[in-house]
């Protein structure tokens, strides 16, 4: 199966890259699901036929899904939910206060994302493409499985077989509200989900992101951000696409200073994102609606490429031999290197970069090495590990 994720700054076309590309697939013969995440579904406005919660078909191999999060959230971390609002209740912080606090940030998203898991285990599709909230908001979807397991793993330090002894006793020694066995149920259940979903999502032989962007200063510089937090995080960027391109037949003046800005965009582009293949799609005189626009500018897109196809897999984190020890090499590119911030806990290597926070668990060959230095080569971060002098 193959999962591709298109994501960019809100309004530049990610919604209908993505429909394009999905009929494209479609039409190639693969079956394909095209699922929005993006809590402004606009699918159905792209396609022009109303998609809902549940698959449905849009054309012969082409299947749609506006996911509801609210009701993935319901159903997966409703129980949760509900003992956490007691919980922080218990502390006496203020109800409607603890009800918020019993959420996070992103975790729409991040149950909305929980469906690639399904369809990744039933394998009834051989493409899924995601149609995902703006840059931001995916970014805090990736790192999801990480800060729910981190939000799991420091409010519940109290492990299931030392709860039931606890438990005849707990209510009446701990000033707070003990969990029951299903909380911990849904938890477990939970965190093996989410630790597989992030195996899902990183695998790069399997997914990858498209960047979509608009030769803008601004959108440039977005998509610079989120390809650092990509690669960061182990996701692969596989190519970008630059929308919006002022068609070289357009010669009304009041176009001519536009064409020159987009080309020095498109320039420095090509230089920022190299060796990304970019593709890039025109301006057109009218809004891309409809499945016969659609599959021609998918066309216009990928020519004679197919659309499911893996341009590029770089891994983002690679771990070579070296002598005396190893080196591990994060691909970090427009990081400053005055952003950055590094140390060790132990088996957790904690990365800073800019407002992004990485916790690298080692691998276990590692941990009986010590970092002896770490530097930034080219465009990408070397640290050393090298044995410990006792
Ligand atoms: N190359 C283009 N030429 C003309 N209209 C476009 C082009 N790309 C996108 N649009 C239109 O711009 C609007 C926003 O695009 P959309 O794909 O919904 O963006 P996003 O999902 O990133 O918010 C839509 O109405 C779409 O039809
Ligand atoms: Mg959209």
């Known amino acids: 199966m193959r999962i591709i994720l298109f994501t960019g700054k809100g309004g530049v076309g990610k919604t209908t890259l993505a429909a394009a590309s999905a009929l494209l697939s ?49 159903k997966k971390w409703g129980d949760i939910k509900k003992y956490l609002t007691a919980l922080f209740a218990s502390q006496g912080i203020d109800e409607i206060e603890a009800e918020e606090m019993s959420v996070f940030p992103g975790m729409e998203e991040l149950f909305s994302l929980t469906q690639i898991h399904n369809y990744n285990k039933t394998s009834d599709y051989d493409v ?18 990480e800060i729910t397991n981190w939000y799991l793993k420091h409010i519940f330090p109290i492990q299931r077989t030392a709860a039931k002894a606890i438990r005849p006793v ?29 195996e899902i999502l990183s695998d790069n032989k399997k997914t990858s992101i498209r960047l979509v962007l608009n030769p803008e200063k601004m959108v440039i510089k977005e998509a610079q951000r989120a390809f650092t937090f990509f690669n960061l995080f182990g996701y692969s960027v596989d190519s970008i696409i630059v929308n919006r391109m002022i068609p070289p037949g357009v010669t009304d003046a009041y176009f001519k200073n536009w064409k020159t800005i987009q080309a ?127």
Not at 28 to 53: P, Q, V
């Open 26 to 74: 479609a039409k190639n013969g693969y079956k394909t699901l095209i699922i929005s995440t993006d809590a402004a579904h606009s699918l159905s406005d792209s396609f022009e036929t109303h998609i809902s919660n549940q698959p449905k078909q849009i054309v012969p191999n082409l299947f749609g899904q506006e996911i509801n999060a609210l009701e993935e959230i319901t």
């Open 264 to 390: 020095t965009y498109l320039q420095m582009i090509k230089e920022c994102f190299s060796p990304l293949p970019i593709f890039t799609l025109e301006f057109l005189d009218q809004e891309i609606v409809g499945i016969e626009l659609l599959l021609k500018i998918a066309k216009k897109v990928y020519g004679n490429k197919n659309p499911t196809q893996l341009f590029l897999s770089k891994k983002p984190i690679v771990i070579e031999k070296a002598k005396g020890g190893f080196d591990m090499f994060l691909n970090l590119p427009f990081v400053e290197k005055k952003d950055l911030d590094l140390y060790r806990n132990e088996e957790e290597l904690i990365i800073r970069v800019g407002n992004y926070k990485r916790n690298i668990l080692l691998p276990q060959t590692l941990l009986n090495y010590s970092i002896k230095s770490a530097k930034f080569e080219k465009e990408k971060l070397k640290i050393s590990f090298r044995q410990k002098i006792i």
């Open 170 to 198: 707990a209510n009446r020694v701990f000033p707070f509200p003990f969990p029951e066995d299903k909380i911990f149920e849904a938890m477990q259940k939970l965190t093996t989900q989410l630790a597989e979903m992030k």
């Open 128 to 145: 899924i493409i995601v149609d995902c909230a703006p840059t931001g908001d995916t970014l805090r979807l990736l790192s999801a499985p």
